[in-house]
């Protein structure tokens, strides 16, 4: 018995390019798989990484004179931990001078309306009254406190 239909699609060879490409197209979605997956262990750790980092950091409100509604958070516990490092090695006429002449320049940088520099300003201000009131002196007559400023600033922002 002759089967003509088998014997004709034995003998052609039109589908032979789809299967080719069928062949590849699957090739190509598996390399994409494989990609996907190796990838995605790599950005996992990456991403626990980051947020590792970003649960750890932290910035500090900083405060001459205690004060709590801190609108700027510019300097960070490095920025502050330095600062004071820096600061405890000045005498108390030195602080003074040191207060003033920062004083100074945040009030220039207020009247100015420069709040996005007077802010690192500011708490510079404040980590110098810190380390002055924690000698149990003063700040400078005639010179605005770290609340004052603060209060300045607000109205900036």
């Given amino acids: 018995m002759k089967f003509p239909f088998l014997s004709r699609w034995m003998t052609e060879d039109t589908g032979a390019v789809t299967v080719d490409w069928t062949v590849l197209a699957a090739a190509v979605v598996g390399l994409g798989l494989a990609s996907a997956a190796a990838i995605r262990s790599g950005s996992n750790a990456l991403g626990a990484e980051i947020n590792a980092s970003l649960v750890g950091a932290s910035v500090v409100m900083l405060g001459g004179g205690g004060a709590t509604e ?56 404040s980590a110098i009254a810190t380390e002055i009131e924690s000698r149990g002196n003063t700040i400078p007559t005639g010179t605005p406190s770290s609340a004052e400023l603060d209060a300045r600033y607000a109205t900036l922002i």
């Fill in 70 to 125: 801190r609108q700027r958070l510019e300097a960070t516990d490095e920025i502050w931990a330095a600062w004071m490092e820096e600061l405890a090695g000045y005498d108390e006429d030195q602080l003074q001078e040191i207060y003033a002449n920062w004083s100074a320049m945040a009030t220039q940088q207020l009247d100015r309306g420069d709040a996005a520099s007077v802010a690192m300003t500011l708490d510079a201000v």
